[in-house]
């Protein structure tokens, strides 16, 4: 049962990650061309 | 027999290394997304930070720095820019230095790693350094 639990459980990373996406769509949502920038610099410089 | 055992400890190596990778993957990822989200609206304040004060520039340049976070090649460029708009060199120096060692963004990811202590330290020594060093380099400058 144990096993099961924590192997459904989110890690804090992931759950770090799907806030940031979140901040993304929020910022997406007002201003699009700024996430957009932000994208392309995440795929260009890393 | 020995053979075994290395390659017993070989794959037992590799496999724990790749856990690791898999826990540390999303918050890289997220990371890096939040400092470019971040860069975007800070990059406009840069020259309003900066004024010019000899005392005021080195303390501004490392809190600029510290707050944007990001590879040392892209410091060059940005503190290349801001010597063309006439921004102080003390200045840039301070942001440069902190730029690549001060990282308040990454704190979590360095805190979650090496400690929260030990993360804190670093960064609170690394910004006082900063400024010593930025002042000692354009010192250094000006004797020669």
């Known amino acids: ?44 410089i890393r | 027999m020995e053979s075994i055992n290395k390659q017993s400890v070989l794959k037992e190596a590799f496999f724990k290394a790749g856990q690791t990778l898999k826990t540390s993957l999303p918050i890289m990822v997220g990371i890096l997304l939040l400092v470019n989200l971040i860069n975007l609206f800070a990059k406009s304040y840069y020259l309003e930070l900066f004024t010019g004060n000899l005392i005021l520039d080195p303390l501004i340049g490392t809190l600029a720095g510290s707050f944007s976070f990001g590879i040392p090649i892209t410091s060059y460029i940005v503190g290349g820019e801001l010597l063309k708009e006439g921004i102080s060199l003390i200045a840039i120096t301070a942001f440069i230095i902190s730029w690549s060692t001060v990282g308040i963004a990454m704190l979590p990811l360095e805190a979650k790693f090496l400690g929260k202590r030990f993360a804190f330290v670093r960064n609170i020594l690394n910004f006082i350094f900063a400024i010593i060093i930025s002042v000692l380099v354009i010192l250094t400058l000006n004797l020669f």
């Open chain 1, 1 to 44: 049962m144990n096993k099961l639990t924590n192997k459904n459980k989110i890690s804090g990373g992931m759950k770090f990650l799907m806030i940031v996406l979140v901040t993304y769509s929020i910022v997406a949502l007002f201003n699009f061309s700024v996430v957009k920038d932000a994208l392309f610099n995440f795929l260009l």
